[in-house]
């Protein structure tokens, strides 16, 4: 207020009064000085509404930027032009990522010269998830960038080190990241296909492993630069498992499962279909997998077996907007909630959607995509009884003499269906393993639950995308694994074997 005072008596000072000019036909008019003593009043009355906007909208503006670097300053400092980042590089040698077990991810090597390198001791395993430093950055090395080139060791060793001439050592990240389920889940990939593995903790949203192949050497990103960054076919830097999109095929009845059920709470149990391997519907014409005719089925038993014609003629009978509300609040067509790059699932259902759509929702096809991490959300909130978990993978920050500078801890995104809801389906998923399509996950140590899914993306020819999503054990859910597989096959025979190598490796 004070400042808008000063401001007004400044402006007050400056302004003159004007001579009125005399009119060109000399017919003159004689203005009285009350007259105008009154519209000086209102010019100055004006002036001063101006004024004042003006201060206050200084004012605003001040508050909002101080406020902004206040609580954006993560966000400052790692834009690139900020020179403060530069100085701390200059100060501060970047810190080193851990997995959750201790092991390290990513260091950074000073030799006798003073010249620093960033060390990647695992090579390729966790290309995609740690990510590089060089040549802009990725993963938790563009995520976590503000801590890893700030040190909050003590003043008193901050001191002693100018003093040597050395440079403070930054802080350092610890994942949740597990070295043996992602070493196992990138083996189990394999070198001949490309595609994605996710593997979470569902009651709490801890990533244990994150693979996405093709993958690359971040110890050699300046060499390969040029080439991946050319390589658009393959699209080495994409992290799949986030960013990824696909056809979800049938691992999305699980969504259209849960619609039914929502839509038809008192009668879901009796529903009964008579599947002849096909549905036509106006001049469209839905098909299961290879022609299967599987008879008479109720909805548990169009699930294990994932009959298609069920589920499209489920789709026919939807209340668009639930089904538009049932999606939406389960993140699709929205940002995930994550700390990392990931990319938006894609699924729209509006009033005039058509029942050619409708159909072709229900069985994951048509336009739906959807990213490997966000199937994992889904299941690891049916996994947790209804509750959806944001996923993480750092858990701490800590300074170079272990004191811990920040905690990341579990956090919900509340629960996106209900309780009950989700107990059918688990019950659903258990028969998939028992009877239907993951026959290859029963009898073991463990129980496992899931869905199989092949998306196809190439209707013409029938190629399709292998998926599976579950989790294990079926009645205390602790680990939940995606896979996509892309260009394999059938999810039964190719993704499902390799879930089973990562829940084999967790109860190991
Ligand atoms: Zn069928």
Known sequence: MKTMKTMKNGKTGKHKKKRIPARKDGNRRIQKPDEIQKRDGIKKKEIMQVTYFFTALFLILSIYIVTYAATHEE????????????????????????????EVLARTVTDDNGKSKREYPF??????????????????????????????????????NEAAGKKNP?????????????ETASEAMGVVYDGAIVAMNPKTGEVYAMVSKPDFDPNQIDTIWEQVISDTESSVLLNRVSQGMYPAGSTFKIVTALEYIRENPDSYSGYRYDCSGSLTHGEDKISC???????????????????????????????????????????????????????????????????????????????????????????????????????YLVS????????????????????VMSKEEAAVLKEYMQEVVKSGTATKLSGLSYTAAGKTGSAEYNT?????????????????????????????????????????????????
């Open 460 to 508: 013409v020819k029938g190629e399709s995308h292998a998926w599976f999503t579950g989790y294990a054990p079926a009645d205390d859910p602790e680990i939940v694994v995606t896979v996509i597989i892309e260009r394999a096959g059938s999810g039964g025979d190719y993704a499902v074997p390799i879930a089973k190598r990562v829940f084999d490796a967790y109860f190991e």
């Open 123 to 160: 090579g390729n395993l966790f290309a995609h998830a740690v990510g590089y430093a060089s040549h802009g950055r990725m993963g938790i090395e563009a995520q976590m960038n503000y801590y890893l080139i700030n040190s909050n060791v003590p003043f008193s060793q901050k001191a002693e």
């Open 289 to 391: 997998y290879h022609g299967t005719k599987h008879g008479s089925v109720d909805l548990k038993k169009s699930f294990a077996k994932s009959c298609n014609t069920s589920f499209a003629n489920m789709g026919l009978s939807f209340d668009r907007k639930s089904f538009g509300d049932t999606v939406q609040k389960l993140y699709f067509n929205r940002e995930l909630p994550v700390d990392f790059a990931s990319s938006q699932s894609r699924l729209i259902v509006e009033e005039d959607t058509t029942d050619s759509d409708m159909m072709q929702n229900a069985i994951g096809q048509g336009k739906t995509q959807i990213s490997p991490l966000h199937l994992a959300m889904i299941t690891s909130a049916v996994a947790n009884d209804g509750e959806m978990m944001k996923p």
């Open 75 to 102: 966000e400052l400092v790692n834009n690139s032009y900020n020179p403060r980042q530069q100085m701390l590089i200059t100060q501060n040698t970047r810190g080193s990522i851990y997995s959750a077990d201790g």
């Open 396 to 415: 701490e920050v800590k300074s170079a003499d272990h004191t811990t500078v920040k905690k990341y801890t579990s956090e919900s995104l509340g629960r």
């Open 170 to 182: 930054g802080d350092n990240v610890y994942t949740t990241l597990d070295v043996k389920l992602q």
